[in-house]
């Protein structure tokens, strides 16, 4: 249960069940890095709350689980998630930008810590921003940070680090709306490997929103996830309730 939930906290998304996609087209080779960044930060989430119901399926080596969940986030500031097995709520977790909280009621456990955790289990240092972002169907990083190489790659948008880097990082974005449809980060000195994939889009109150989201990542384990979504709503008043229950035991996570 406790990589389950590690993962889930990190994962799930935004979208819609239904699949409606948007218009896509082929990159063209002569566009230029700062126009995909633009045009790829140009596709702006402007909302106070959102509300999602998503189901997902999770498999590792030894494991496979499919399950739904409630998520709830005020923008920038919590990240609040419910997790169901056959309807039963079994886990809730807690993420602020300065804190990441979870409890799950199998083992009656519970951990409080900050982002290292997800950091270590997915391979790729974390923040709140880049979870909200992994929700949003954004790029991870800030693009604008660095310096980035160009290419068309299957008719998308690739950007990646130069070769000199211990970290590599690429970027796919369709050439419409320029879209992320792939990220990896892959980090060889530590056998560090992540992929996230968002098939397709649908638009919703003028925002690009993922359907689904397929993830890849190995460390020391290997785990895929791949969640569906159901329904979103946004701007309703929500609370975010978390408290963790009397005679819980507090695991630490490496």
Known sequence: MKSILSAFLVVFLIGCKSKQSVTTA???ENTEVSKVIKGHYKNEHDFT???????????????SHSMNADIRIKKDEIIWINI???????????????????YEKINNTYFEGDFSMLSNWLGTD???????????????????????????????F??????????????????ANYLLKKETINQASKNRN??????????????????????????????TIDIEYKNTTFNENLSYPYSVPSGYTAVEIN
């Open 194 to 223: 992540l992929e996230i994939r968002y098939p397709s889009f649908k638009e919703d109150k003028g925002m690009f929103l993922p359907n689904e989201i397929n993830i890849k990542a190995e460390q020391k384990d290997k785990i």
């Open 126 to 156: 974390l923040d709140f921003n880049k979870v909200q972002n992994l929700f949003l169907g954004k790029a991870i990083d800030d693009l604008t940070k660095d310096k980035w190489v160009s290419e068309v790659v299957e008719k998308m």
């Open 49 to 63: 709350t959102l509300n999602i119901r998503a189901n997902a399926k999770y498999e590792d080596e030894k494991q």
């Open 158 to 175: 690739k950007l990646s680090l130069p070769n000199d880097s211990d970290v590599a990082k690429e970027f796919y974005f369709e050439g």
């Open 84 to 102: 169901k097995f056959l309807g039963i709520p079994m886990a809730k977790a807690m993420i602020t930008p300065t804190k990441v909280s979870y």
């Open 26 to 28: 082929a990159a063209n």
